[in-house]
C-alpha cells in the first residue's frame, strides 16, 4: 500500500466527522434559511429584518466596540511585558493577566452577574469606601455587562498571542529608537505595533467569531431587548420551533463574520503584493 | 555625607514610580480577582440581600444540597464527567492516527486537511448546532449521551489533531528508523517508540478536549437538554431561577479544573511541540 493511500485512511475517519457534524449541518441551515412554508424564497429574512433588525445592528456595534477595547487593551499589556524596564512589575503583570483565559464562558456570565448587579459586589464596594451613594448603585446589565464579559475573557487570549509575537521580534529596532531617545509609548506604536500587527488582527478575528457566537453571556447578563442574535435564535427555537427564521439570523451572523475576514484577507493580499 | 545626598533622590523616584505602577496593577487585579472574591462569596453564602456590602449568613448548606444523592446536581457532574472522558476517547482513536498520517506521511493537500479542523471553531457555531439537533432528532441521536459526546468531538477535534500532529512531529525520525532497523515491525515501533515519546503531548491534548467538553454550553443546551443534563446546564438554570449559590457552586466546579490546567499546561506542552502547532 502506497504511503499516501495510508495516510488519507488514517486521516478519514476524522475528517468525516467534520465533514458530517459540522459541514453538512452548516449547509442545511444556510439552505434552510432560504426555506420557508416549503417553498424556497427570502420570506424568513423579510421576517428576521422586520424582528430583529434593532438586534443585528446591536450585535454587531457590540461586538465590535469589544473588539477594539480587547485590541487596545492587549496592546498595552503585550506591549508593557515587552518594553516594561521594572522586572517585578512585568512578572506581576504576567502572572496576573491570564487568569481569565480559561475560564468557561458559562461561568464569565455567571461571576459578572452577580458582581455587576445593582446590589452586586462591586456597587456594595463602591457604596463601602464612600464613592457613590445607595442611591446612585445602579446595576450594569446590559450592553456595558455583554461588553465587561467579552473583554474580560478574551483579552488574556489576544495578549498571549501578541506578547509571543512581540518576544521574538529584533530587539536591535528597539533599542536602538531607545537609545536615539525616543519614548516607550512611540517605540510601541511607531516599531513594535507594526510589526506583529498580523498577530493582532489574528487574534482580533478570532475572539470576533468567537464573540458572535457566544449564547451563554447574552442570555445570562442581558436577555431583554436588545440583545445579541444568539439569543434571538435560540428563542426563536425555544419558543417557536421556527428554524426558518433561525437558520436566517444565524446566516446572518455568518455574513457578519465574513465581512470581517474578507477585510482582513484583502489585507494581507495588499501586504504581499 | 556627600554617597548619602546622591542615594537619597535615586530611591525617592524608584518609590514614586511605583506609585502610577501600583494603582494601574491594583485596578487590573481588581478587575480579574473582584468578580472572582463575589463568586467565592455567593458560594459560601446561606443569607445576602441589599444592601448588605457582605453576607449576613456563612455556611455550606447549599453545598450539601448540591452533593445531597438526590439533587440532580450529582446527576449532572457524573453526565459531564462521563461525556468529557467520552469526548477525550473519541478524540484520540480519531486524532492519533490523523495526527501520525499528517506529521509522518507525505499527504496531499496537508494544509488544507489541517485548515478543515479549525473550521468548526473558526465558524459562529450557534446556527449549526441548531441544525445538528435536528438531524440527531431524526435519528433519535438528540437527548442521548452519544449525541453530546459527538458535537463536542467536533468542537474539541481541532486541539486534538493539531497537537498530536505537532506532538508526533517533534520526534527525532532516526529513532524509529533505529527501532525498525533491529527487526521492530511498523506496529510495535509505534507502539513501544513512537507512542510513548508522543505522550506528553497527547495528554495535553487530552485535557484540551476534556475541558472544552467539559465547559461547552450550546451544543449541550440544543442537543442534550432538556433529557441529558450537564453541569452548564444545571448552572444556567439554577441562575436562571435566582438561586445564586447552586449557580456559584457549579461554577466553582467548572472553574477549578480549568485553573488548575491553566497553572499546568506548560509541563504538557513543551516548546518544542509548542513551535510546531498548525504547521
Same mark, same amino acid.
Given at each position: 500500500?502506497s504511503k499516501?493511500?495510508?495516510?488519507?485512511?488514517?486521516?478519514?475517519?476524522?475528517?468525516?466527522?467534520?465533514?458530517?457534524?459540522?459541514?453538512?449541518?452548516?449547509?442545511?441551515?444556510?439552505?434552510?434559511?432560504?426555506?420557508?412554508?416549503?417553498r424556497y424564497?427570502?420570506?424568513?429574512?423579510?421576517?428576521?429584518?422586520?424582528?430583529?433588525?434593532?438586534?443585528?445592528?446591536?450585535?454587531?456595534?457590540?461586538?465590535?466596540?469589544?473588539?477594539?477595547?480587547?485590541?487596545?487593551l492587549?496592546?498595552?499589556?503585550?506591549?508593557?511585558?515587552t518594553?516594561?524596564?521594572?522586572?517585578?512589575?512585568?512578572?506581576?503583570?504576567?502572572?496576573?493577566?491570564?487568569?481569565?483565559?480559561?475560564?468557561?464562558?458559562?461561568v464569565?456570565?455567571?461571576?459578572?452577574?452577580?458582581?455587576?448587579?445593582k446590589?452586586?459586589?462591586?456597587?456594595?464596594?463602591?457604596?463601602g469606601?464612600?464613592?457613590?451613594?445607595?442611591?446612585?448603585?445602579?446595576?450594569?446589565?446590559?450592553?456595558?455587562?455583554?461588553?465587561?464579559?467579552?473583554?474580560?475573557?478574551?483579552?488574556?487570549?489576544?495578549?498571549?498571542?501578541?506578547?509571543?509575537?512581540?518576544?521574538s521580534?529584533?530587539?536591535?529596532?528597539?533599542?536602538?529608537?531607545?537609545?536615539?531617545?525616543?519614548?516607550?509609548?512611540r517605540?510601541?506604536?511607531?516599531?513594535?505595533?507594526?510589526?506583529?500587527?498580523?498577530?493582532l488582527v489574528?487574534?482580533?478575528?478570532?475572539?470576533?467569531?468567537?464573540?458572535?457566537?457566544?449564547?451563554?453571556?447574552?442570555?445570562?447578563?442581558?436577555?431583554?431587548?436588545?440583545?445579541?442574535?444568539?439569543a434571538d435564535?435560540?428563542?426563536r427555537?425555544?419558543?417557536?420551533?421556527?428554524?426558518?427564521v433561525?437558520?436566517?439570523?444565524?446566516?446572518?451572523?455568518l455574513?457578519?463574520?465574513a465581512?470581517?475576514?474578507?477585510?482582513?484577507?484583502?489585507?494581507?493580499?495588499?501586504?504581499?503584493? | 555625607?556627600?554617597?548619602?545626598?546622591?542615594?537619597?533622590?535615586?530611591?525617592?523616584?524608584f518609590?514614586?514610580?511605583?506609585?502610577?505602577?501600583?494603582?494601574?496593577?491594583?485596578?487590573?487585579?481588581?478587575?480579574?480577582?473582584?468578580?472572582?472574591?463575589?463568586?467565592?462569596?455567593?458560594?459560601?453564602?446561606?443569607?445576602w440581600?441589599f444592601?448588605?456590602?457582605?453576607?449576613?449568613?456563612?455556611?455550606?448548606?447549599?453545598?450539601?444540597r448540591v452533593?445531597?444523592?438526590?439533587?440532580?446536581?450529582?446527576?449532572?457532574?457524573?453526565?459531564?464527567?462521563?461525556?468529557?472522558?467520552?469526548?477525550?476517547?473519541?478524540?484520540?482513536?480519531?486524532?492519533?492516527?490523523?495526527?501520525y498520517?499528517?506529521?509522518?506521511l507525505?499527504?496531499?493537500?496537508?494544509?488544507?486537511?489541517?485548515?478543515?479542523?479549525m473550521?468548526?471553531?473558526? +465558524?459562529?457555531n450557534? !446556527?449549526?448546532?441548531?441544525n445538528?439537533?435536528? /438531524?440527531? &432528532?431524526?435519528? *433519535?441521536?438528540? @437527548?442521548?449521551?452519544?449525541?453530546v459526546v459527538l458535537?463536542?468531538?467536533?468542537?474539541?477535534?481541532?486541539?486534538a489533531v493539531?497537537?498530536?500532529?505537532?506532538?508526533?512531529?517533534?520526534?527525532?525520525?532516526?529513532?524509529?528508523?533505529?527501532?525498525?532497523?533491529?527487526?521492530a515491525?511498523?506496529?510495535?515501533?509505534?507502539?513501544?517508540?513512537?507512542?510513548?515519546?508522543?505522550?506528553?503531548?497527547?495528554?495535553?491534548?487530552?485535557?484540551?478536549?476534556?475541558l472544552?467538553?467539559?465547559?461547552?454550553f450550546?451544543?449541550?443546551? +440544543?442537543?442534550?437538554? !432538556?433529557?441529558?443534563?450537564?453541569?452548564?446546564? /444545571?448552572? &444556567?438554570?439554577a *441562575?436562571?431561577g @435566582?438561586?445564586?449559590?447552586?449557580?456559584?457552586?457549579?461554577?466553582l466546579?467548572?472553574?477549578?479544573?480549568?485553573v488548575?490546567?491553566?497553572?499546568?499546561?506548560?509541563?504538557?506542552?513543551?516548546?518544542?511541540?509548542l513551535?510546531?502547532?498548525?504547521?
Amino acid at each position: 500500500m502506497s504511503k499516501r493511500l495510508l495516510g488519507l485512511i488514517l486521516v478519514l475517519p476524522a475528517l468525516a466527522v467534520i465533514v458530517l457534524l459540522f459541514l453538512v449541518p452548516l449547509a442545511a441551515s444556510v439552505v434552510g434559511a432560504f426555506v420557508a412554508d416549503g417553498r424556497y424564497g427570502l420570506a424568513n429574512f423579510e421576517k428576521a429584518f422586520a424582528l430583529y433588525t434593532q438586534d443585528i445592528i446591536f450585535t454587531v456595534v457590540i461586538v465590535s466596540f469589544s473588539t477594539f477595547i480587547i485590541g487596545a487593551l492587549s496592546t498595552a499589556i503585550a506591549g508593557y511585558l515587552t518594553l516594561g524596564e521594572n522586572p517585578r512589575a512585568v512578572a506581576i503583570l504576567r502572572w496576573l493577566y491570564r487568569w481569565p483565559m480559561f475560564i468557561p464562558f458559562i461561568v464569565v456570565g455567571q461571576v459578572l452577574r452577580t458582581f455587576l448587579a445593582k446590589n452586586g459586589l462591586m456597587n456594595n464596594m463602591l457604596i463601602g469606601a464612600g464613592l457613590i451613594t445607595p442611591m446612585q448603585a445602579s446595576g450594569m446589565l446590559d450592553w456595558r455587562g455583554i461588553v465587561i464579559a467579552f473583554v474580560w475573557k478574551q483579552t488574556p487570549f489576544v495578549t498571549l498571542l501578541l506578547a509571543g509575537a512581540m518576544a521574538s521580534l529584533d530587539r536591535g529596532t528597539i533599542e536602538a529608537a531607545r537609545n536615539l531617545g525616543a519614548s516607550r509609548l512611540r517605540i510601541l506604536l511607531e516599531i513594535v505595533l507594526p510589526q506583529v500587527a498580523t498577530t493582532l488582527v489574528v487574534g482580533l478575528i478570532l475572539s470576533f467569531v468567537t464573540m458572535m457566537s457566544v449564547l451563554s453571556v447574552p442570555l445570562m447578563i442581558n436577555a431583554q431587548s436588545p440583545t445579541m442574535i444568539t439569543a434571538d435564535i435560540a428563542f426563536r427555537i425555544n419558543a417557536y420551533g421556527d428554524y426558518g427564521v433561525a437558520n436566517a439570523l444565524g446566516l446572518i451572523s455568518l455574513g457578519v463574520t465574513a465581512c470581517v475576514a474578507w477585510i482582513y484577507l484583502r489585507q494581507t493580499m495588499k501586504e504581499r503584493a | 555625607m556627600t554617597a548619602l545626598t546622591h542615594s537619597a533622590p535615586s530611591r525617592l523616584r524608584f518609590d514614586l514610580w511605583w506609585l502610577p505602577r501600583g494603582i494601574l496593577l491594583g485596578l487590573l487585579a481588581f478587575a480579574i480577582f473582584g468578580p472572582l472574591a463575589n463568586l467565592l462569596l455567593w458560594a459560601v453564602t446561606e443569607r445576602w440581600y441589599f444592601p448588605h456590602t457582605l453576607p449576613l449568613e456563612y455556611g455550606f448548606s447549599f453545598w450539601a444540597r448540591v452533593f445531597s444523592p438526590r439533587g440532580n446536581a450529582m446527576e449532572s457532574l457524573t453526565n459531564s464527567v462521563i461525556v468529557a472522558i467520552l469526548a477525550v476517547a473519541v478524540s484520540l482513536a480519531l486524532a492519533i492516527p490523523a495526527g501520525y498520517a499528517l506529521a509522518r506521511l507525505k499527504l496531499p493537500l496537508r494544509g488544507l486537511i489541517l485548515l478543515v479542523f479549525m473550521i468548526p471553531q473558526a +465558524f459562529p457555531n450557534l !446556527p449549526v448546532y441548531v441544525n445538528v439537533a435536528r /438531524l440527531f &432528532y431524526e435519528i *433519535g441521536l438528540n @437527548g442521548t449521551i452519544a449525541g453530546v459526546v459527538l458535537v463536542h468531538v467536533t468542537h474539541g477535534l481541532v486541539f486534538a489533531v493539531w497537537i498530536a500532529t505537532a506532538a508526533f512531529a517533534a520526534i527525532d525520525v532516526e529513532l524509529e528508523q533505529a527501532a525498525r532497523s533491529i527487526g521492530a515491525g511498523p506496529l510495535q515501533t509505534f507502539r513501544d517508540v513512537t507512542l510513548p515519546l508522543a505522550m506528553p503531548g497527547l495528554m495535553a491534548s487530552a485535557i484540551f478536549v476534556f475541558l472544552e467538553s467539559l465547559d461547552e454550553f450550546t451544543g449541550s443546551y +440544543f442537543v442534550g437538554a !432538556p433529557d441529558v443534563n450537564m453541569l452548564p446546564l /444545571l448552572l &444556567y438554570n439554577a *441562575g436562571a431561577g @435566582g438561586n445564586y449559590q447552586v449557580a456559584s457552586i457549579t461554577a466553582l466546579l467548572l472553574l477549578i479544573p480549568s485553573v488548575g490546567f491553566m497553572l499546568v499546561v506548560e509541563r504538557f506542552l513543551k516548546a518544542d511541540v509548542l513551535s510546531r502547532v498548525g504547521r
